[in-house]
């Protein structure tokens, strides 16, 4: 059965009580069964291009980076919405796994065993600007999951002696009536040599990442067949997708925000993980060859050159390879092909309330129940 998520925005600007309203919401519909909360520090978007010109939110939102805390803010959403499941994004760096393996336990334990966790390695814009190490986030991640594996596998204190990590008799006691389920975020043969070895599952984005249905199908297998060759049960495995979309009911507002500056940026930054698949599109590079916003992408430390030339040489055909576009049927359309690899988790990721009209806002939830409707109909079918 498909299992179906939509990420929430939890900035500060906002009272609290809005998250509450945008959660109950989700879980009346009937159709989302979960919610998504980012583990951020900061946005996608630099400073000068967060205007009013670009974005009516600008003239009430001061900036786009005031995010709330994700392993504060996912009880009170438990509290409001007590039928969602929680997933929680964060990255190997930032958190000790101790630490980070004992918020996970706590969290399964609110939740009666509906919390998942999507670790990243780190993207720069998180690390460099608060201290963190930049090098570091895929060995942290490789040491996270073999203690994450040896925390729930051992009944007693354990030894653990990793790149960058040493426990000597740790133990967070044996209370595990609920446990966590860990997935990767992200790709490349390092990271899925780890998760395919001691996560619980992947998610990945489209298009994004993966460009086509066909790409899917062939990942999909392969890391299946990862799973199985280390004598774990591939069918447990599970495998997710974020889906980046663009949704209204009207098709001059989409094409008003593939024009828009704010958007042209996030779609050359993010619009295609590597730089080289906009080649692989037979579209120019908006940033320089090798650049990578997860390595790349510091939004307070960009120069204004660059930010304009970035938007300059960004196309409407750039955006629109970046997203999922159209009314919520037209988009369902499109994703359907990318789950029928064996996908059973799918969050939506809608951009264009972030430079739409606010008036719009409460059509957004609607068009997103809608989405969710239409995918699990079709999974169903």
Same mark, same amino acid.
């Given at each position: 059965?498909?299992?179906?998520?939509?990420?929430?925005?939890?900035?500060?600007h906002?009272p609290?009580?809005t998250?509450?309203?945008?959660?109950?919401?989700?879980?009346?519909?009937?159709?989302?069964?979960?919610v998504?909360?980012?583990?951020q520090?900061?946005?996608f978007?630099?400073?000068?291009?967060?205007?009013p010109?670009?974005t009516?939110?600008?003239?009430?939102?001061?900036?786009?980076?005031?995010?709330?805390?994700?392993?504060?803010?996912a009880?009170?959403?438990?509290? =409001?919405?007590?039928?969602?499941?929680l997933h929680?994004?964060?990255?190997?760096?930032r958190?000790?796994?101790?630490?980070?393996?004992?918020?996970?336990?706590?969290?399964a334990h609110?939740?009666?065993?509906?919390?998942?966790?999507?670790?990243?390695?780190?993207? =720069?814009?998180?690390?460099a600007?608060?201290g963190?190490p930049?090098n570091?986030?895929?060995?942290?991640?490789?040491?996270?999951?073999?203690?994450?594996? =040896?925390?729930?596998?051992?009944?007693?204190?354990?030894?653990?002696?990793?790149?960058?990590?040493?426990f000597?008799?740790?133990f967070?006691?044996?209370?595990?009536?609920?446990?966590p389920?860990?997935?990767?975020?992200?790709?490349?043969?390092?990271?899925?040599?780890?998760v395919?070895?001691?996560?619980?599952g992947?998610?990945?984005?489209?298009?994004?990442?993966?460009?086509?249905?066909?790409?899917?199908?062939?990942?999909v297998?392969?890391i299946?067949?990862?799973?199985?060759?280390k004598?774990?049960?591939?069918?447990?495995?599970?495998?997710?997708?974020?889906?980046?979309?663009?949704?209204?009911?009207?098709?001059?507002?989409?094409?008003?925000a593939?024009?828009?500056?704010?958007?042209?940026?996030?779609?050359?930054?993010?619009?295609?993980?590597?730089?080289?698949?906009?080649?692989?599109?037979?579209?120019?590079?908006?940033?320089?060859?090798g650049?990578?916003?997860?390595k790349?992408?510091?939004?307070?430390?960009?120069?204004?050159?660059?930010?304009n030339a970035?938007?300059?040489?960004?196309?409407?055909?750039?955006?629109?390879k970046?997203?999922?576009?159209g009314?919520?049927g037209?988009?369902?359309?499109?994703?359907?092909?990318?789950?029928?690899?064996g996908?059973?988790?799918?969050?939506?990721?809608?951009?264009?309330?972030?430079?739409?009209d606010?008036?719009?806002?409460?059509?957004?939830?609607?068009?997103?129940?809608?989405l969710?409707? =239409?995918?699990?109909?079709?999974?169903?079918?």
């Amino acid at each position: 059965m498909l299992e179906t998520c939509v990420g929430v925005w939890t900035d500060r600007h906002f009272p609290a009580d809005t998250l509450v309203l945008q959660c109950r919401a989700l879980q009346d519909s009937g159709v989302v069964d979960g919610v998504l909360i980012p583990d951020q520090l900061a946005g996608f978007i630099p400073r000068q291009l967060w205007t009013p010109e670009n974005t009516p939110m600008a003239a009430v939102i001061g900036d786009p980076d005031s995010a709330m805390d994700a392993f504060m803010v996912a009880p009170y959403v438990h509290a =409001a919405a007590p039928k969602l499941n929680l997933h929680l994004t964060t990255d190997s760096v930032r958190h000790g796994p101790a630490e980070l393996i004992q918020s996970m336990l706590t969290l399964a334990h609110l939740t009666g065993g509906r919390a998942n966790f999507q670790i990243g390695g780190g993207e =720069a814009k998180q690390l460099a600007p608060f201290g963190h190490p930049t090098n570091q986030g895929r060995s942290r991640l490789r040491d996270l999951l073999r203690i994450y594996r =040896a925390m729930l596998e051992h009944d007693g204190p354990f030894d653990y002696e990793g790149k960058r990590w040493t426990f000597n008799r740790a133990f967070l006691g044996g209370a595990r009536q609920h446990q966590p389920t860990v997935w990767g975020l992200g790709g490349g043969p390092q990271l899925t040599d780890y998760v395919t070895s001691w996560a619980d599952g992947l998610a990945v984005a489209i298009p994004n990442a993966l460009t086509t249905p066909e790409a899917v199908h062939e990942a999909v297998s392969g890391i299946r067949r990862q799973v199985e060759e280390k004598g774990r049960d591939p069918g447990s495995f599970r495998i997710g997708l974020w889906a980046t979309v663009l949704m209204h009911s009207d098709p001059a507002a989409i094409e008003r925000a593939c024009h828009n500056p704010v958007m042209k940026f996030v779609s050359a930054a993010t619009g295609r993980v590597e730089s080289r698949q906009w080649e692989e599109d037979g579209l120019g590079l908006p940033f320089p060859p090798g650049w990578t916003y997860f390595k790349d992408l510091l939004p307070y430390a960009t120069p204004d050159e660059l930010v304009n030339a970035i938007v300059a040489a960004t196309t409407e055909k750039h955006v629109r390879k970046a997203w999922i576009t159209g009314t919520p049927g037209e988009v369902a359309e499109q994703i359907v092909p990318y789950l029928e690899a064996g996908i059973d988790w799918v969050m939506p990721i809608d951009y264009l309330p972030i430079v739409g009209d606010p008036a719009d806002a409460p059509s957004s939830v609607s068009w997103m129940v809608e989405l969710c409707a =239409a995918l699990k109909k079709s999974a169903g079918a």
